[in-house]
């Protein structure tokens, strides 16, 4: 089990914006007033309680074999709950989502590798690695949906819009960085949101380390293009995990590790969360080990 903290995440946000500042921080002398406002969170009341699931890669990665097919913005899904409340609760007076460090490791390009220029980035499931290894991550089962709001625009669904999602293992490490994940990519992906603004990812829970609450990263593109050239970013934030949720994961067998460290950060202690407590990032989830788990936050771009 291990109890130290992870590298560089104690280091804080100013080194983080530091070794992510050359592409990303610029977009907000750029996008102009016409540009899309800030990101916020509408996100839904959570139901209860939540008892509720190698090769490194670079922009020369061989073609994935054919998984999971990319959501297109070019359906037209009849709008589900989750939308119709998000649309409902999303008003002017909505508070932005904050802007949160991406991370040390990250692998857009802004801190060693670049995942998205990468063949095979763009899927919805991203439990197993792409490219030349197809190791699976292992842990309980966990389906993201994220609903993308425009709010200068009256809380019009962001159609084609585009969500990179990347997350640390049941055992708080991530691929591509720690110690012997240097050649998987798992847990990395691409979605382009669909005519209702929405996008799913599915995944595992992540695990915890210490240092920090159970989390996963997002950075939001304006388009698949500018996503899978590791373009331009609207947005990057977090998602924070429930701690009902997290209490039953981590009880379960392969989340040793992040049972002993989840008691050692709390929300109001978080580096990331601790200004507001999460209020704006923390998923509304639902479900089970057994059965899984779903996780839903709804931004405002």
């Not at 899927?123 to 994220?146: C, K, N």
């Not at 990395?188 to 799913?200: K, P, S």
């Not at 997290?246 to 989840?262: D, I, K, L, R, W």
Request: overall charge negative; some cysteine.
């Amino acid at each position: 089990m291990n109890n130290s903290p992870h590298p560089d995440h104690d280091r804080g946000l100013e080194f983080d914006l530091g070794t992510m500042f050359t592409r990303r921080r610029t977009l907000g002398l750029m996008l102009g007033a016409g540009a899309i406002a800030g990101l916020a969170a509408c996100t839904p009341a959570p139901g209860g309680t939540a008892s509720t699931a190698g090769a490194t890669m670079a922009a020369t990665s061989a073609p994935a074999a054919a998984t999971t097919p990319a959501a297109t913005s070019s359906s037209t899904p009849v709008a589900t709950a989750q939308v119709t409340r998000a649309l409902a609760e999303c008003t002017a007076n909505t508070p932005d989502t904050p802007e949160e460090t991406g991370g040390p490791y990250p692998a857009d390009g802004s801190n060693g590798p670049d995942v998205l220029t990468a063949s095979g980035v763009v899927r919805r499931d991203i439990v197993a690695s792409f490219g030349s290894s197809t190791t699976r991550a292992e842990g309980v089962p966990l389906t993201v949906t994220l609903t993308l709001l425009d709010n200068a625009q009256g809380c019009k669904p962001l159609s084609g819009a585009a969500v990179y999602l990347w997350h640390a293992t049941r055992d708080g490490k991530y691929s591509l960085y720690d110690q012997g994940l240097e050649n998987e990519n798992f847990l990395r992906g691409v979605q382009e949101a669909d005519a209702n603004g929405q996008l799913t990812f599915t995944t595992i829970f992540p695990g915890a380390y210490n240092g920090r609450w159970p989390h996963m990263h997002f950075e939001v593109f304006e388009s698949m293009s500018n996503a899978t050239s590791a373009g331009q970013i609207l947005r990057t934030s977090q998602i924070a995990m429930t701690e009902a949720s997290c209490n039953e994961v981590y009880e379960s067998a392969g989340y040793e590790s992040s049972q002993q460290n989840f008691p050692n950060t709390t929300l109001a202690s978080d580096m990331v969360f601790g200004d507001d407590g999460g209020i704006h990032q923390l998923a509304s989830t639902t479900g089970s080990v057994a059965a899984g788990y779903t996780a839903a936050l709804n931004v405002i771009i």
